[in-house]
């Protein structure tokens, strides 16, 4: 946050006795808990498991309720949840200014509430943090769990990402990718699959449950249950999943007061459950207990995404002299559907395909920082230099060549060279480079209120995955693979 925005911050809230320094962002409450910090972990209410489960009444139309803010949380997409808008939320906590970000975890609210009918358990099944590969996966060894236990897992291998990998391997690889936490994927594989306490697998070829034609493997089905887990906990976190079906075609519409990690788990069980089955898995019988059984309680309240959040200044990933192409708009970092996290550009060229970029028209890097992965998988450079790909800002880009593309462990400045783009890593049918963010290992969505801004340019939504536009001081560039003049951007504009 910069120091204008900090004082308009400030000045908003005197009355409710929020606080800034320098450093922190430390906010008090009459008759609460003492202050934390909104840039460090801390413990709060913002997670806690709810022991008795709150009952829900009919509320009056636009009743003010009470909501304590959890990781992540904007103004839209709680309107969305609670069937309200950002105006009513603004009017009920005057101290919230207009341009806020994320919400402080723990941060008491009141929002008008517009009720609708079958609003889903409000019992927590897993916390944000326990959900994404970030700060409390820290220290975490796969390897070395795995070989604790006496499941089918720890002799499992398979061909996966251009190499064999044992089971180990197979979940880190999965959580790495999908910035899911390899103890959760651990957690389903030993729920649906008994892989760390039976010696053989189940005999059915879908071991997760999900039927589709060649995607039988335990690999493929766990990739399969990352894809299924990220479009659940992105669609709850930017508002726009608000209700879906099981297998029975009931109707599931997540409480208001949830977590984005227990909604994403309603929503991969009602994939493959419905009834009974459906009600045990998502309960506290069901997989929350094997998680614990596995890792203890998992409910720390770690502060994954602090309040008033804001992104680094980044640049365009391509030298300020040259002009590329806007080829695809916002769509997923990894894999298909949520979350829509990524944008796509393209170097000049005579014509459309895979191709080999002229030796001009190289990436540079959007920051400066510390490169922790350049695989076919991708390249990511994290901010903070920590060298750990899962705490903080983290810039990542897929589809770079394997010639010349930078080295892990290399530092960087912004504009940098980094690489070239090609067709390589994921499906491309022309030569791109794909650039997306991360901070403290979950996707930044784009369809949020923390906007992608590169050298000015704000990317914004379109009517459907890869559509959309880039805007800057009136100027407005379009996403297309046709690369025509409407797609052209300008490293230098204006």
Same mark, same amino acid.
């Given at each position: 946050?910069?120091?204008?925005?900090?004082?308009?911050?400030?000045?908003?809230?005197?009355?409710?006795?929020?606080?800034? $320094?320098?450093?922190?962002?430390?906010?008090?409450? /009459?008759?609460?808990?003492?202050?934390?910090?909104?840039? =460090?972990?801390?413990?709060?209410?913002?997670?806690?498991?709810?022991?008795?489960?709150?009952?829900? %009444?009919?509320?009056?139309?636009?009743?003010?309720?009470?909501?304590?803010? %959890?990781?992540? *949380?904007?103004?839209?997409?709680? +309107?969305?949840?609670?069937?309200?808008?950002?105006?009513?939320?603004? =009017?009920?906590?005057?101290?919230?200014?207009? *341009?806020?970000?994320?919400?402080?975890?723990?941060?008491?609210?009141?929002?008008?509430?517009?009720?609708?009918?079958?609003?889903?358990?409000?019992?927590?099944?897993?916390?944000?943090?326990? @959900?994404?590969?970030? &700060?409390?996966?820290?220290?975490?060894?796969?390897?070395?769990?795995?070989?604790?236990? $006496?499941?089918?897992?720890?002799?499992?291998?398979?061909?996966?990402?251009? %190499? !064999?990998?044992?089971?180990?391997?197979?979940? *880190?690889?999965?959580?790495?990718?999908?910035?899911?936490? /390899?103890?959760?994927?651990?957690?389903?594989?030993?729920?649906?699959?008994?892989?760390?306490? =039976?010696? =053989?697998?189940?005999?059915?070829?879908?071991?997760?449950?999900?039927?589709?034609?060649?995607?039988?493997? &335990?690999?493929?089905?766990?990739?399969?249950?990352?894809?299924?887990?990220?479009?659940?906990?992105?669609?709850?976190?930017?508002?726009?999943?608000?209700?879906?079906?099981?297998?029975?075609? @009931?109707?599931?519409?997540?409480?208001?007061?949830?977590? +984005?990690?227990?909604?994403?788990?309603?929503?991969? @069980?009602?994939?493959?459950?419905? #009834?009974?089955?459906?009600?045990?898995?998502? #309960?506290?019988?069901? @997989? $929350?207990?094997?998680?614990?059984?596995?890792?203890?309680?998992?409910?720390?309240?770690?502060?994954?995404?602090?309040?008033?959040?804001?992104?680094?200044?980044?640049?365009?990933?391509?030298?300020?002299?040259?002009?590329?192409?806007?080829?695809?708009?916002?769509?997923?970092?990894?894999?298909?559907?949520?979350?829509?996290?990524?944008?796509?550009?393209?170097?000049?060229?005579?014509?459309?395909?895979?191709?080999?970029?002229?030796?001009?028209?190289f990436a540079v890097s959007m920051s400066d920082g510390l490169v922790v992965r350049s695989s076919i998988d991708g390249v990511a450079i994290d901010f903070d230099k920590d060298g750990d790909e899962r705490t903080g800002w983290v810039f990542f880009y897929l589809h770079l060549a394997i010639e010349e593309r930078i080295l892990t462990g290399t530092e960087v400045h912004q504009g940098d060279k980094i690489g070239y783009p090609s067709c390589v890593g994921g499906h491309a049918t022309g030569t791109h480079?794909?650039?997306?963010?991360?901070?403290?290992?979950? !996707?930044?969505?784009?369809?949020?209120?923390?906007?992608?801004?590169?050298?000015?340019?704000?990317?914004?939504?379109?009517?459907?995955?890869?559509?959309?536009?880039?805007?800057?001081?009136?100027?407005?560039?379009?996403?297309?693979?046709? #690369?025509?003049?409407?797609?052209?951007?300008?490293?230098?504009?204006?």
């Amino acid at each position: 946050m910069n120091k204008n925005k900090n004082f308009r911050f400030c000045s908003l809230i005197v009355c409710a006795s929020l606080i800034l $320094s320098a450093c922190n962002l430390q906010v008090t409450y /009459p008759n609460t808990p003492p202050p934390f910090s909104a840039t =460090q972990p801390s413990a709060s209410s913002a997670n806690a498991g709810p022991t008795p489960l709150p009952t829900r %009444q009919n509320f009056n139309p636009g009743e003010l309720v009470d909501y304590v803010a %959890q990781n992540g *949380d904007t103004l839209p997409a709680l +309107a969305a949840r609670f069937n309200t808008t950002v105006e009513e939320i603004l =009017q009920a906590n005057a101290f919230i200014p207009r *341009d806020a970000t994320t919400m402080p975890p723990g941060m008491p609210m009141k929002i008008p509430i517009y009720y609708l009918a079958l609003w889903a358990s409000p019992y927590k099944i897993i916390p944000d943090d326990a @959900f994404v590969d970030g &700060p409390t996966a820290i220290g975490f060894n796969t390897a070395s769990f795995i070989q604790e236990k $006496s499941g089918w897992l720890k002799t499992y291998r398979v061909y996966a990402g251009g %190499q !064999w990998r044992s089971g180990a391997e197979m979940v *880190d690889y999965v959580s790495l990718n999908y910035s899911i936490n /390899p103890k959760l994927l651990l957690a389903l594989l030993e729920y649906q699959g008994g892989a760390l306490t =039976q010696s =053989q697998p189940p005999v059915k070829k879908n071991l997760l449950g999900f039927k589709r034609q060649y995607w039988e493997s &335990p690999y493929l089905q766990l990739v399969i249950a990352a894809n299924t887990l990220n479009n659940g906990y992105y669609g709850w976190r930017t508002g726009k999943l608000l209700q879906f079906d099981d297998t029975a075609k @009931f109707l599931i519409r997540p409480d208001p007061w949830q977590n +984005a990690g227990s909604v994403a788990m309603q929503y991969y @069980f009602a994939q493959l459950y419905s #009834g009974d089955t459906y009600a045990r898995a998502t #309960g506290a019988e069901g @997989f $929350s207990q094997t998680y614990a059984s596995l890792f203890g309680d998992p409910w720390s309240n770690y502060e994954l995404i602090p309040g008033s959040l804001t992104q680094p200044d980044l640049i365009l990933p391509f030298p300020s002299d040259q002009i590329w192409s806007y080829t695809g708009g916002p769509h997923t970092g990894w894999g298909t559907g949520s979350p829509l996290a990524a944008i796509d550009l393209a170097p000049p060229a005579d014509g459309s395909g895979c191709f080999l970029a002229d030796e001009k028209n190289f990436a540079v890097s959007m920051s400066d920082g510390l490169v922790v992965r350049s695989s076919i998988d991708g390249v990511a450079i994290d901010f903070d230099k920590d060298g750990d790909e899962r705490t903080g800002w983290v810039f990542f880009y897929l589809h770079l060549a394997i010639e010349e593309r930078i080295l892990t462990g290399t530092e960087v400045h912004q504009g940098d060279k980094i690489g070239y783009p090609s067709c390589v890593g994921g499906h491309a049918t022309g030569t791109h480079v794909h650039i997306a963010r991360k901070y403290n290992g979950e !996707w930044m969505t784009i369809d949020s209120a923390l906007p992608f801004v590169l050298s000015g340019w704000t990317a914004r939504l379109g009517s459907r995955e890869y559509l959309g536009t880039l805007t800057k001081a009136g100027a407005v560039v379009r996403a297309c693979d046709c #690369g025509d003049a409407y797609t052209a951007i300008s490293g230098s504009y204006p």
